[in-house]
């Protein structure tokens, strides 16, 4: 995985599925960056690749999410996974997205993968966007208001 401070994506292809995968340094606190993943609200404030995001970002919870690469479109997912500064998943039928925090000495690790697929995905996977443009904005978004945040508590 590429941990640079320009967050590069990295897709997998295969028949049946796709995964898109970022990962970048933040200096800041593992619970500032689980706090700007978690408050639904706030996420389309600091997230550049993120039109509008409602609901509840909580064990169990649901939220609906448009992305800016396709605004017409309301994903509906369901909070799948939700562990505290370290693992929250989200998906749906189609897929899931796992944000991962793996705490360092500087700050942490904030890794980003989603995988997308099924036994129909060769039908219509020309017509799914390449998420690694957005993928980095995510990240770059988040290190940049992580550190943001972090810098003005020193």
């Known amino acids: 995985m590429n941990q640079q401070t320009n967050p590069k994506a990295v897709t997998e292809k295969r028949m049946f599925s796709r995964e898109t995968t970022v990962s970048v340094n933040i200096e800041a606190d593992p619970s500032i960056v689980w706090a700007l993943l978690t408050h639904a609200s706030?996420?389309?404030?600091?997230?550049?690749?993120?039109?509008?995001?409602?609901?509840?970002?909580?064990?169990?919870?649901?939220?609906?999410?448009?992305?800016?690469?396709?605004?017409?479109?309301?994903?509906?997912?369901?909070?799948?996974?939700?562990?505290?500064?370290?693992?929250?998943?989200?998906?749906?039928?189609?897929?899931?997205?796992?944000?991962?925090?793996?705490k360092k000495s500087n700050g942490v690790l904030f890794s980003m993968s989603e995988k997308i697929g099924g036994p129909l995905f060769p039908l219509f996977a020309k017509m799914i966007p390449s998420f690694d443009r957005s993928f980095e904005q995510f990240a770059a978004d988040l290190k940049k208001e992580a550190e943001t945040i972090q810098g003005s508590k020193k």
């Open 42 to 102: 706030d996420i389309p404030r600091w997230n550049s690749t993120v039109v509008s995001l409602t609901g509840e970002i909580r064990e169990g919870g649901a939220i609906e999410l448009k992305s800016t690469l396709d605004e017409k479109r309301v994903f509906k997912l369901k909070v799948k996974e939700f562990v505290p500064e370290k693992r929250l998943v989200w998906g749906d039928g189609m897929g899931n997205r796992v944000y991962s925090l793996d």
